[in-house]
């Protein structure tokens, strides 16, 4: 039994550096041209401006920040082979034992999902995919296949291999969920009883609200289903 898929790894540290970076040399050329009289200062042209900067800095770490791997998965184990690598970096391929892992985690994220293995010697295996990708590459097909595979081995051997604990399992998960409910329920009645008269980024604060709405039902999904086990 082998079975071979082509992901799309992304580094998340990456990612973000090159996001802000093209946000802010976008912001400094757009100061630049405005103070030049390159093009007038007027709101109309400012839009203008920001909405292919906010585009391009998304794409930029969408590619840059993103490598090819192999994940192969067969009787003896996982290998993983880099297919392109992240700048600046070489890094070997890596082979792992079914009877070398201790536990697993998939762990969903609204932008990164993470894949994690740990090992009996205490040795970290992971990385992460961003949802972008779905779709266009192998990822959820080997999170199902891999979950199916860690299955079967558990019925046939006595190295169990169990179920590891995603963030929206432990103490802390539950923590900043709790906090992620006080600032939802202060955000409303702030709306209500103290409406802001300026203007308000309503882009970035509906952004932060969809986030902690999404961390607060994974919290509530995976402890649901915890308990249902």
């Known amino acids: 039994m082998t079975k071979i898929y082509n992901i799309k790894q992304t580094s998340v540290f990456l990612w973000i550096f090159l ?9 400094g050329l757009m100061i630049l041209v405005t103070k030049t009289g390159l093009i007038p200062n007027e709101p109309i042209f400012t839009i203008a401006l920001v909405a292919p900067i ?21 009787n003896e184990g996982l290998k993983k082979k ?21 536990d697993f985690v998939f762990e969903p994220d609204r932008q990164f999902d993470k894949f994690k293995l740990t090992l009996k010697d205490g040795t970290k295996f992971k990385f992460h995919h961003n949802t972008d990708h779905d779709n266009k590459d192998d990822f959820q097909q080997f999170r199902l296949d ?27 998960g539950l923590a900043l969920a709790g906090i992620s409910v006080v600032m939802l329920l202060a955000i409303i009645v702030m709306f209500i009883f103290f409406p802001i008269k300026k203007t308000t980024n309503y882009a970035a604060l509906g952004a932060s609200m969809i986030g902690a709405i999404y961390f607060i039902l994974q919290v509530y999904v995976h402890r649901k289903n915890n308990k249902d086990k």
């Not at 880099?82 to 201790?102: A, C, M, V």
């Open 19 to 27: 996001l802000l970076a093209s946000l802010f040399a976008g912001t």
């Open 146 to 172: 891999f979950e199916k595979t860690i299955a079967n081995h558990n019925k046939d051997n006595l190295n169990e291999i169990k179920r590891g604990k995603t963030i929206y399992e432990t103490f802390w």
């Open 54 to 74: 906010i585009f391009f800095a998304f794409k930029v770490p969408r590619y840059t920040a993103t490598v090819d791997i192999e994940i192969t998965i067969d």
């Open 82 to 102: 880099w297919l392109s690598q992240f700048l600046f970096q070489k890094r070997p391929d890596i082979n792992i034992q079914w009877t070398e892992i201790k």
